[in-house]
């Protein structure tokens, strides 16, 4: 098990940028895949990003492509989502997420398949 912290959310403007940090804790860190989900009012947790444990794959929900950017730091033990040109679709509380493998798997986008959950941090982007 790894012990996750979000920050970095806020109240911004439509087309701003935000981004967001996810600290974690362990000596194992660099042995997890990693993954941004986000859950808005009233709908469920939803994929947005995620991370092989080396940083050489990646994933996106298609409505971030192009807008989103995940990455990791593992002599750092950081995840990090840099999110551009934000839309007010895109407001909902953001979870960072560990999955028990290197690699993200086929099964990537379901909440499920992660054992770590951080407490989430809000990102409101007004229009």
């Known amino acids: 098990q790894v012990q996750l912290v979000e920050s970095g959310g806020g109240l911004v403007q439509a087309g701003d940028s935000l981004r967001l940090s996810c600290a974690a804790s362990?000596?194992?860190?660099?042995?997890?895949?990693m993954a941004w989900f986000r859950q808005a009012a009233g709908q469920e947790r939803e994929f947005v990003a995620g991370?092989?444990?080396?940083?050489?794959?990646?994933a996106y929900e298609d409505s971030v492509k192009g807008r989103f950017t995940i990455s990791r730091d593992n002599a750092r033990n950081a995840v990090y989502l840099e999110m551009n040109s934000l839309k007010s679709e895109d407001t909902a509380v953001y979870y960072c997420?560990?999955?028990?493998?290197?690699?993200?798997?086929?099964?990537?986008?379901?909440?499920?398949?992660?054992?770590?959950w951080g407490q989430g941090t809000q990102v409101t982007v007004s229009s």
């Open positions: 997420a560990a999955k028990g493998s290197l690699w993200l798997g086929e099964d990537y986008y379901r909440p499920t398949e992660y054992h770590s």
């Open positions: 362990g000596r194992t860190f660099n042995g997890y895949a």
């Open positions: 991370i092989s444990s080396t940083g050489t794959v990646t």
